[in-house]
C-alpha cells in the first residue's frame, strides 16, 4: 500500500482519463451506490488512496463486487489500476472542480480584485525584508550588467517591468523569458554582471540550474520569490513574497501585485542611488517624449 509520501512521487497522468473529473461528473449516470461511492472517495482523496477494497466499501455502505465494477466501469482495469489513476488525478486540487461560490456582477467582481489587490500590497509591505532589498539595490546599482530571468506569464511580466524600470535610470540590463537563452545567458555572465530572478513557486528547476550555474561562477543572485522554495536556497540574496492564495480560480493571482511593488521599490532606490545620472537620463527620455509624442510634460513621468 502506497504512503502520502509515495503518492506525490508519482508522475502526471499524461493522456490518462482524469478520474477526478469523471466521479464529480453529473452526467455519469451513476446508481444511487455509485453515487455513494464517488461521493466517498471524493471526500477524502488522501483516504480513498491509500484504503484497501474493504475500507471503501465500508465506507460507502457497498459491497466489495460493487466496488470492483465502479471500478472497470471508470475505465480501471481493477481496484488497482483505479488507485493509480485516483492518485495520478489528485495532482490537480479539486477547487477546480467545486469551484468556490462567488457571484459575477461587475460590482462585486472590481470589489473582491481591488480588495485582493490591495491586501497583497499590505501583506507584501508588512513583511518586506529590508535589509535584503537594500543588498539586492547595492548589486545592482553598481552592476556592469543585469539580467533578469523569468518565465511563464506572471515572472516573465516581473522581469521585463524591471528592464523596463531600470533602463531609463542608466542601468545596462537585459531580460530574458526562455530557459535555454537564460542558461546560456549565466554560462556567458562576466564577472561585474548581477542575475536577477522571478518565480512565484520558487520551483522553477532551470532557473535554479542557471542559480547554481552563476554561483559556480561566483555572478552574483538576487531571486524575488518565496522564502525557503528551492529557487531561495540557490540564490546568493532572496527577497520573500510569501502570499496566500485564495480558492477562486477564476481570480488572477494578487500575488503579481506584490510583485510588482517589489520591483518599484527596488527601482526608486536605485534611482537615489545616483540621482545626477537618473535625472539626467531620465530628463533626457521626457524630452524626446514632448518632443515626438506628447507636445507639452503633462503626460505620466518617464512612459
Do not use: W
Not at 104 to 113: F, L, M, Y
Not at 293 to 298: F, I, S, T, V
Amino acid at each position: 500500500m502506497s504512503g502520502p509520501d509515495e503518492i506525490a512521487m508519482l508522475p502526471p497522468a499524461g493522456a490518462a482519463r482524469d478520474l477526478i473529473q469523471a466521479l464529480a461528473d453529473e452526467d455519469e449516470g451513476f446508481s444511487a451506490m455509485e453515487r455513494r461511492l464517488a461521493e466517498y472517495v471524493l471526500a477524502d482523496l488522501n483516504r480513498a488512496t491509500n484504503a484497501s477494497i474493504t475500507e471503501i466499501a465500508a465506507g460507502a455502505g457497498v459491497s466489495p463486487p460493487t466496488v470492483t465494477r465502479f471500478c472497470r466501469r471508470l475505465g480501471c482495469t481493477g481496484f488497482s489500476d483505479f488507485k493509480v489513476q485516483l492518485a495520478r488525478s489528485a495532482f490537480v486540487g479539486l477547487r477546480y472542480l467545486r469551484p468556490e461560490a462567488v457571484t459575477s456582477s461587475a460590482a462585486e467582481v472590481a470589489e473582491d480584485i481591488v480588495t485582493k489587490a490591495q491586501s497583497a500590497l499590505f501583506e507584501v509591505h508588512r513583511g518586506l525584508d529590508l535589509a535584503a532589498v537594500e543588498r539586492a539595490v547595492k548589486a545592482l546599482a553598481h552592476a556592469d550588467m543585469i539580467y533578469a530571468f523569468g518565465s511563464g506569464g506572471n515572472s516573465s511580466m516581473v522581469v521585463n517591468e524591471l528592464q523596463n524600470r531600470l533602463f531609463r535610470l542608466g542601468c545596462r540590463i537585459s531580460a530574458s523569458n526562455d530557459h535555454g537563452m537564460n542558461l546560456m545567458l549565466a554560462a556567458a555572465a562576466e564577472p561585474g554582471a548581477v542575475v536577477f530572478g522571478s518565480s512565484f513557486s520558487g520551483r522553477n528547476a532551470e532557473l535554479q540550474r542557471c542559480f547554481r550555474l552563476l554561483r559556480a561562477r561566483a555572478i552574483p543572485t538576487i531571486a524575488l520569490t518565496q522564502s525557503d522554495s528551492p529557487v531561495a536556497k540557490a540564490a546568493d540574496i532572496v527577497i520573500p513574497v510569501n502570499l496566500p492564495e485564495g480558492q477562486n480560480i477564476f481570480r488572477a493571482t494578487s500575488t503579481r501585485y506584490g510583485f510588482l511593488a517589489v520591483v518599484d521599490i527596488i527601482a526608486n532606490l536605485v534611482a537615489y542611488a545616483d540621482r545626477p545620472r537618473s535625472t539626467r537620463i531620465l530628463r533626457s527620455i521626457k524630452e524626446q517624449l514632448i518632443l515626438h509624442r506628447d507636445g507639452d510634460d503633462r503626460q505620466l513621468l518617464g512612459d
